[in-house]
Structure formats: structure tokens, C-alpha cells
């Protein structure tokens, strides 16, 4: 159950399209006179959703006085780098078009906001039916605020300080990271170095964790940098440069985060003369133009940006229209090999 309460129980688009035998959107476009299905299953759905007394939500027909149709994306990682447009950084560009398009699929438009909690925020982003957060922090302001209000939500990633929230989608970062690590070592890696975040979110803590809990099982010492998101590649080469100068044993594979962080240690290790993957190697965990386009290229994981906003969409929507069934959804994410960890 979600921190948000009990909704009450009726029945929902989903019932109408199990015993009707078609999808949801099918019902939907049948309800509204909308779509291509023909005479015959408009009128067998409408039969089904009078013979179980449903009745659409106002929020997926927009009729209820005060409806605006519209749900609201906020992506917490962009407030807290300070820019929406960072560069190379593809997934967030992919997550807001598959999410729109989504909404768009289901008769709703979609309006992306920067952090709610700031006074200059215009009075219609508090208006709109529904909110997806993206990566919230740690017993995240935005996410108290609309759980306050009431607003229904939905987030991408778990908030780590709200364990009895439940109404999230995305991968499960202890797995996606045991199986990083698991690699770099079956490619002969021995001391591997973990880059982490500095934004308090599932994403970095569950990985850290994960980390650290793995080096422990292969009797490995844990060596972790935590490196603002924002310092970008920069970061990236600021952190090799204490890796693979320092007085400490050298680490013999590296594993960030971010693939800027990635790409940037990428830049310092070949321009201190140390080659990758032959005394390197390099993965992210997270895939971007920089790990996609390095020579070499980079392994990362990817988060399948495409797939979670549509699936953070369709969780939202089903919220709003009576949908109780206990979430999360858990992604798997993919994992792209390439020659900075000697494949590909």
C-alpha cells in the first residue's frame, strides 16, 4: 500500500478490459467514441462497463469541473544539476518524450516543471491532475508537497527515506550493480574503484550499497569518490587523477555512475599514458553520447529511459483512475557491452 492511503474500491478500466478482452486504450477509445475498433466490441465493452457500474475517472476523461487533463513531469537530477539541457546526457530528452507520448496516447497532455518547491514556480503547475517525479531524494520536498496535497504521484525510483512508498517504476540498483561488478571481474579486474553521485537518490544510495556489500564478499577493499553530477567530465578526470596517482594501489577497473564521470576518466587515464581496457577498465551506470561515442567506447548500463516513462505514465494514469494493485514496477535495465571493458 502507498503512503498516499487506501483509494476506494469500484471498478476500474482495467476490470472493463479483462472481461471485455481488449486493452485498456481500446476501452478508453470505445468510451469516448474515439479510435478504429469496430461497431461490434465498442458496443460489447459498453456493455461490459454498464453491467459492472463503471464510470471513467474524471482525470482520464477530463470532465470533472476543475480537471485540466494534464499530468506534470518533474525530473529532480535536472534541479539539482541546474541546467535541463546537460550535455550529452541523452536519457532525460528519451524518458520526456516516451511519456508524453504516452499521456498523448491517452487523450492527456504532458507538462514538464522545474523543482516545485521554488517560489517563481507559475500557480497552473500546482494545477495539473497528477505528478511523475523523477529520482527523488532523500525524503524529497516536492514529493512531501504533493503527498500533502493529496495530488496523486508517481516517482522513478524509490524516495530512500519513504520505504512504505511504493508507487515507483525504474531498474533495481543493487542487481543492475552486482552485475557491473561482476563483469569487471570477469574480465581479471582485482581493485575496482566505485564513483558515486553526490545527489542523496535510490540510484546512489542502492548502488553505493551494493558496492560496498560485493567488495566485502570478494574480499576486496571498497574504494569510493563521491563526485557531483555536475562536475561532469571534469569530475570524471579529477577523480582518475587521484585513482591512478595517488599512494594507494592502483585500481585496476573503475565503475561510474554517470558516463560523463565515465568519459572523463576515459580522457585522463589515456592522457597519463594508462591503457583501456588493457590496464583499465571502464564502466557506467548510466549510458550517454560520451560513453556511446569514446574511443574506446564505453560499457554502460541503459536505464531504458524509453520504457520508463511510458511505463511512469501508465502507473500515474492507472492511479488516477482507481488502480489499487501494490507497485513498484521494476525495470531490468541493459547492459552495453563495449571495448573499454575489452568487448565489443
Known amino acids: 500500500m502507498s503512503e498516499q492511503g487506501s483509494l476506494p474500491s469500484r471498478p476500474t478500466i ?46 482520464a476523461r477530463g470532465l470533472r469541473q476543475g480537471r485540466t487533463g494534464v499530468l506534470g513531469l518533474d525530473m529532480r537530477p535536472l534541479d539539482a544539476i541546474g541546467s535541463y539541457l546537460p550535455e550529452g546526457v541523452d536519457y532525460f530528452m528519451r524518458f520526456a518524450g516516451a511519456a508524453a507520448v504516452t499521456a498523448l ?3 492527456l497532455g504532458l507538462m514538464l516543471v522545474p523543482d516545485l518547491t521554488r517560489s517563481d514556480i507559475p500557480q497552473y503547475a500546482h494545477g495539473v ?55 569487471l571481474r570477469s574480465r581479471g579486474a582485482e581493485h575496482i574503484a566505485f564513483l558515486a553521485g553526490t545527489d542523496d537518490n535510490a540510484w546512489n544510495v542502492d548502488s553505493e550499497k551494493a558496492y560496498r556489500s560485493w567488495a566485502r564478499r570478494h574480499d576486496m577493499p571498497a574504494r569510493v569518490l563521491h563526485i557531483p553530477e555536475a562536475a561532469a567530465e571534469e569530475g570524471g578526470a579529477d577523480a582518475a587523477r587521484r ?26 587515464a589515456r592522457r597519463l599514458g594508462v591503457a583501456v581496457p588493457r590496464d583499465l577498465l571502464i564502466a557506467a551506470g548510466s549510458d550517454a553520447q560520451q560513453t556511446r561515442h569514446a574511443t574506446p567506447a564505453i560499457t554502460a548500463l541503459d536505464l531504458m529511459p524509453e520504457e520508463t516513462g511510458k511505463a511512469a505514465v501508465e502507473l500515474l494514469i492507472a492511479r488516477l483512475a482507481g488502480d489499487t494493485r501494490p507497485g513498484p514496477i521494476v525495470l531490468p535495465a541493459e547492459l552495453r557491452m563495449r571495448a573499454s571493458t575489452g568487448d565489443g
Not at 522513478?156 to 515507483?168: H, L, S
Request: a negative charge.
Open 14 to 59: 482495467r476490470d472493463v478490459a479483462r472481461e471485455a478482452g481488449v486493452s485498456v486504450t481500446t476501452v478508453s477509445h470505445a468510451l469516448n467514441g474515439k479510435g478504429t475498433a469496430s461497431e461490434a466490441t465498442r458496443q460489447r465493452v459498453l456493455a461490459v462497463a454498464d453491467r459492472l457500474a463503471y464510470r471513467a475517472h474524471p482525470m
Open 129 to 183: 491532475d497528477g505528478y511523475v517525479v523523477g529520482d527523488p531524494v532523500r525524503d524529497d520536498p516536492v514529493l512531501t508537497r504533493l503527498i500533502d496535497a493529496s495530488v496523486p504521484v508517481v516517482t522513478v525510483g524509490r524516495d530512500p527515506g519513504r520505504p512504505t512508498f511504493t508507487d515507483w517504476v525504474g531498474p533495481d540498483d543493487v542487481d543492475e550493480t552486482k552485475r557491473v561488478l561482476d563483469l
Open 105 to 107: 496516447d491517452h487523450g
Open 243 to 268: 585513482l591512478l596517482k595517488g599512494r594507494q594501489p592502483r585500481p585496476d577497473a573503475v565503475y561510474c555512475q554517470t558516463g560523463r564521470h565515465a568519459a572523463g576518466v576515459l580522457a585522463e
